[in-house]
């Protein structure tokens, strides 16, 4: 029962449930980046360097055995995941900006002066009487 304690307070840490929701957007994101490369930014660049279809760029290795797909190396979809990654490295850095540009600020603000405690307001009004009474 005591492992299970354990392992039910690591589980509720908040690290590790920031970290399950981040994974979980990450999944989503890169199928997200992963369409925006694919369906948008792939065609408009095969268009631009003389209708090329990234995915179908391959070169074949030896010749097919019947009943088999043909050995292939797909650069094209090298290209893509090359891409796909650089997009998201890219959209990574910028939130990291972003996320850091406000922690710089919340730092920069000066942290608000505490109010004398009363002890401090006290001996502060006695330190003005002793004074008071040393002038005369």
């Known amino acids: 029962m005591k492992l299970f304690d354990e392992f039910k307070a690591f589980v509720m840490r908040g690290n590790v449930v920031d970290m399950a929701v981040g994974v979980i957007i990450g999944g989503a ?8 490369v694919n369906d948008i930014f792939m065609p408009i660049i095969g268009v631009l360097i003389g209708n090329v279809n990234f995915s179908d760029l391959q070169i074949k290795l030896g010749e097919p055995l019947e009943g088999a797909e043909q050995a292939a190396i797909k650069y094209g979809m090298f290209i893509q995941e090359v891409v796909n990654f650089l997009i998201i490295a890219l959209c990574i850095f910028m ?30 009004e006695i330190r003005d009487a002793l004074n008071k009474i040393a002038e005369k």
Do not use: D
Not at 29 to 36: E, M, N, Y
Not at 99 to 107: A, G, P, R, S
Not at 108 to 119: F, G, L, M, N
């Open 29 to 36: 994101f890169g199928k997200i980046v992963t369409s925006l």
């Open 95 to 124: 939130v990291i900006k972003v996320i850091n540009k406000l922690q710089k600020k919340k730092e920069e603000a000066p942290a608000p002066v505490p109010e004398p405690t009363k002890e401090e307001v006290l001996l502060s």
